[in-house]
């Protein structure tokens, strides 16, 4: 809906010698690669724009104690679908917009393995979200059970909950489809003498990711598919009266809900793993290390879901289980986070946006994950679970690793999608606005959390109000700092300063053989690799 | 394109009114004239296991500032030094196996060590035997009930509902000291015993939560779930609900006031008269006006949160009883409907929560107020005998 408005961009390079729609009828039909990675970048662009406003309601009512401006279902509503739609709109389909943009032209390919399964899981994703979208206005509104969609809440929520239990559904083909594509791709279409431990990190993350969602997101189904049956079909897998467990719906969704917060990351270090030696001029330090951690993640993902389950009541040896497994993580993590520091060691160091978003996302995640290492203590787990220190921790995991390396790629391949530079003054200006402002939204929420404030409220006691006040304050600057994005990027659509093949000097990889900007079809005839583009 | 600028009207509609309370927030900030401290750490602990938890994030919190700084300055080195601008040749160095080997075992090792103390306070936390007295707690939407199983007080049972007025919520009054984390009746606990409790929930899931004791503890439907603590020093501590049980998931607190033995004593004797005074006859016949004003009491404890103190509800999610078919049809259907609750919806089963009298009284007033003037009388025996149909 949003790409087809700048069909006239892409259309600029198009160098098709055998003819295809233009138009609308374009960007419907279109089987290329590189449109669909557009259309999944613009989609998901737009879904942050929705789920932002959604959490600039949220600080408005938060702002000052007392309520204000919403009731507190609608708080409830905007809370899950602020959540929803941010990971399943925004951020899962803007990092499968970088994979179809840059998997191919990464490993020599001429497309992805799947064309029309491609265009299709694409296409899957606006119903989803007109679903999600749409209801709001429904009667009874939207789930307001926040996105874990815990019963017996669920169950008692109206049909808002089954527009959400489709929208997750159809949102969940979609991502299992391109997963496996993705996967296709890497694992058969790499140009000749490209091994697979010569193959660039991103492409590393996001087969590895591919598997994690093929193996996690049927589970999500399974889920939602107990809670629809719960809901119409008199089952009681839920509830108690019927000799169900409600908890038994908590175990299933983090079985899913775990290796989906790596899924969110993955991608991101992939992307920073780019960025970060192409700005030290220097090869990325330790690419075997990093392609175990990743794996090493990817595994032990999941097998540490109940972390998420410290009160609810599991027993003792479980909680301990799962306390030792969450720890674990910290080390392939840890070792992803030396091998950055260590690339930038004695490198040719320059801070053009790209590398200050990956700055930025090195700072900020590593901030996430060390509270995550406090967290995955169970004591002092069972005293912050449910507060703001959860929100604070999970913000910087979640916007400032994965949205700031996501900006991190925007900047970094811009060049190469439009043919222009992008306006740096501009772009430096978005990343400190983003870098302060979401410092101040934030950071204080690790002090509320630690005082005691539950998440999920829309009103509070008044020893909460001031950092409140600075937390809004800072949401409200970070939300209207990403409409710089805008501006950025279609400048560098209509012109600029031409971009050479290779803009960044010490950028390695296939994609940057290409001529800027990458024609509509690449790489037909499987390129010459060498160890000049490799990324070790 | 829609749906987005429609979310943007949205927000462009709170602006000015906004505006206004930035300034206001702001002011209260920089004058430093808000009325709370600027908390920064955790809730001071009055248990033993609350002070274990405490130390261990303090410990925590040293461990990770240490990483941070050890890591980012050796980032920070490079940013300054390492630099194109300076000079600065990139090396070419990409791998080391040493190093690598380095950074896998030292955090293992750190972790290992963090790992001991963490176990222990644990272990602690969830060694709920040998109590000195068990409470029940069930979660309702949106109010606790406490009914205490063994010790002096057993027997005693009651519903704890926030104290804070609709108009300081609303923005029409001025907030009070402890807005928001104050009940009609809170838990009284005495000083220095074990205290094991019982968590359970009538409806969805809830959370009983007391940080000041590192209490925190899901009360799930159909099941019980066991925590506990030892206050160490008399006073009132207060929590919140801490999972999300609906609409008024942020009006449902936690109070405790841990008490002196002797005031405990006399807190229980005074329960054991009221018990005995109040207990009530269900025999009793009441006439129409005395039957309306109980039962207007036990609507707004029990039902206006949900259909209003109007009556006109919160449709459709949750209906209008001013005229509703229900109310104004058979008062069997009434009577059944809120003994036995609405499966699959947020209409709860009152049966074990009211008495007969109450049941009867809070039926009588909805089939009597506002516009519903049935004029009907609906005697305790009425109720009694639906029981357990």
Redesign the interface.
């Known amino acids: 809906m949003q790409a087809t408005s700048h069909a006239g961009y892409a259309g600029h390079h198009d160098h098709d010698s055998h003819g295809h729609p233009t138009g609308w009828k374009r960007w419907v039909t279109t089987t290329n690669h590189k449109d669909i990675g557009t259309m999944y970048l613009w989609f998901s662009f737009a879904m942050f724009l929705v789920g932002g406003a959604m959490s600039l309601i949220l600080r408005a009512e938060l702002f000052t104690p007392g309520l204000q401006y919403v009731s507190p279902e609608f708080y409830n509503q905007m809370l899950t679908l602020h959540a929803l739609i941010m990971v399943f709109g925004a951020i899962m389909p803007a990092f499968v917009g970088f994979a179809n943009w840059m998997i191919p032209m990464m490993i020599g390919a001429s497309d992805m393995a799947f064309a029309r399964m491609n265009n299709w899981s694409f296409w899957l994703l606006p119903p989803a979200a007109i679903l999600l979208s749409a209801s709001i206005f429904v009667p009874g509104g939207a789930a307001g059970t926040g996105w874990t969609l815990y019963p017996p809440l669920s169950i008692q929520m109206g049909m808002g909950m089954d527009m959400a239990i489709f929208a997750v559904h159809i949102l969940g083909m979609s991502s299992i489809m391109g997963s496996i594509n993705i996967v296709t791709t890497i694992l058969n279409m790499r140009t000749p003498g490209m091994t697979l431990m010569k193959m660039p990190l991103f492409c590393w993350t996001w087969l590895v990711t591919g598997f994690l969602l093929i193996a996690s997101m049927p589970i999500l189904a399974g889920a939602v598919t107990m809670l629809l049956t719960d809901r119409h079909f008199g089952t009681s897998f839920f509830s108690a009266a019927g000799g169900g467990d409600p908890v038994l719906f908590q175990h299933i969704f983090w079985f899913f809900g775990h290796p989906e917060v790596y899924i969110i990351a993955l991608p991101a270090f992939g992307v920073v793993s780019h960025v970060i030696p192409a700005f030290s001029r220097k090869p990325l330090f330790g690419y075997v290390s990093m392609v175990y951690a990743i794996a090493a993640i990817g595994l032990i993902s999941f097998f540490v879901w109940a972390h998420h389950m410290y009160v609810t009541g599991i027993p003792l040896t479980g909680q301990l289980y799962f306390m030792y497994a969450t720890m674990l993580i910290a080390i392939p993590t840890g070792v992803k986070v030396f091998n950055w520091v260590t690339t930038m060691w004695r490198g040719s160091l320059t801070f053009e946006t790209p590398m200050l978003f990956a700055l930025g996302f090195l700072v900020l995640f590593t901030i996430g994950g060390l509270t995550g290492l406090v967290l995955a203590m169970t004591a002092v787990d069972i005293q912050l679970q449910d507060t703001y220190y959860v929100v604070a921790h999970f913000h910087y995991v979640m916007v400032a690793g994965a949205l700031f390396s996501a900006y991190a790629g925007l900047y970094f391949w811009l060049p190469k999608w439009t043919g222009h530079m992008y306006n740096e003054g501009l772009g430096k200006l978005h990343f400190w606005s983003s870098m302060i402002f979401f410092n101040i939204a934030f950071f204080p929420q690790h002090f509320l959390g630690l005082a005691g404030m539950p998440r999920r409220i829309p009103d509070y006691a008044q020893q909460f109000a001031d950092f409140n006040v600075i937390s809004g304050i800072g949401a409200f600057g970070f939300g209207f700092s990403q409409l710089l994005v805008l501006v950025v990027v279609f400048q560098a659509m209509k012109g600029g300063a031409k971009a050479s093949s290779r803009p960044w000097d010490g950028a390695h990889g296939l994609e940057w053989t290409l001529p800027s900007p990458a024609p509509y079809h690449t790489f037909e005839d499987p390129p010459v690799f060498n160890q000049a583009e490799a990324h070790g | 394109?829609a749906?987005?600028s429609n979310?943007?009207r949205?927000?462009n509609r709170?602006r000015p009114?906004?505006a206004g309370?930035?300034c206001?927030?702001?002011l209260?900030?920089l004058s430093g004239a808000?009325?709370?401290?600027?908390?920064?750490?955790?809730?001071e602990p009055v248990t033993a296991?609350?002070k274990?938890?405490y130390e261990?994030?303090s410990l925590?919190?040293w461990?990770?500032v240490v990483?941070?700084v050890g890591?980012?300055a050796?980032?920070a080195y490079?940013?300054v030094f390492?630099?194109?601008?300076q000079g600065?040749?990139?090396?070419?160095?990409?791998?080391?196996t040493t190093?690598?080997i380095a950074?896998?075992v030292v955090?293992?090792l750190i972790?290992i060590a963090?790992?001991f103390p963490?176990?222990s306070?644990?272990?602690d936390?969830?060694d709920t035997s040998q109590p000195d007295l068990t409470v029940k707690v069930t979660g309702y939407q949106w109010k606790w009930g406490y009914e205490y199983l063994t010790g002096d007080a057993a027997g005693v049972k009651y519903m704890s509902v926030l104290a804070t007025p609709r108009d300081?919520?609303?923005?029409k009054a001025p907030?009070g000291?402890?807005?928001?984390?104050e009940v009609d009746r809170p838990l009284v606990v005495p000083v220095g015993k074990k205290v094991r409790i019982l968590t359970t929930a009538n409806?969805?899931?809830h959370?009983w939560?007391v940080?000041a004791f590192?209490v925190?503890?899901?009360a799930?439907?159909?099941?019980l779930?066991?925590t506990w603590f030892r206050a160490e020093k008399e006073g009132t501590y207060?929590?919140?609900?801490?999972?999300?049980?609906?609409?008024?998931?942020?009006?449902m607190p936690v109070v405790v006031e841990v008490v002196s033995e002797e005031k405990y004593a006399a807190w229980v004797a005074e329960q054991k008269t009221q018990l005995a005074a109040v207990a009530e006859d269900p025999n009793k016949v009441w006439a129409l006006d005395e039957l309306l004003a109980h039962g207007e009491k036990v609507y707004t404890a029990n039902c206006a949160a949900c259909h209003q103190a109007n009556g006109e509800g919160?449709?459709?999610?949750f209906p209008a009883l001013d005229g509703s078919k229900i109310v104004m049809g058979p008062k069997q259907a009434h009577l059944e409907m809120v003994i036995n609750g609405k499966?699959?919806?947020?209409m709860a089963a009152f049966a074990a929560q009211l008495s007969d009298t109450d049941i009867a009284a809070v039926v009588a007033y909805e089939r009597n107020a506002w516009t519903n003037k049935l004029g009907e009388v609906i005697q305790p025996a009425e109720v009694k005998a639906l029981r357990g149909k």
């Open positions: 394109m749906r987005y979310n943007n949205d927000t709170l009114a906004f309370r930035l206001a927030g702001l209260a900030v808000a009325n709370a401290a600027w908390e920064l750490n955790l809730q296991v609350a274990r938890v261990l994030h925590l919190l461990v990770i990483i941070f890591v980012f050796v980032v490079s940013l390492h630099r194109k601008s600065h040749k990139a090396a070419t160095f990409h791998d080391n190093v690598e950074w896998t955090p293992t972790l963090i790992a963490a176990t306070a644990l272990v936390m969830r300081q919520i609303e923005n907030k000291e402890h807005y928001l984390l409806d969805v899931i959370n939560s940080p590192a925190k503890t899901d799930v439907p159909g099941f779930r066991d207060r929590g919140q609900c801490s999972e999300l049980c609906g609409k008024d998931h942020g009006f919160l449709p459709p999610v499966p699959g919806t947020a």
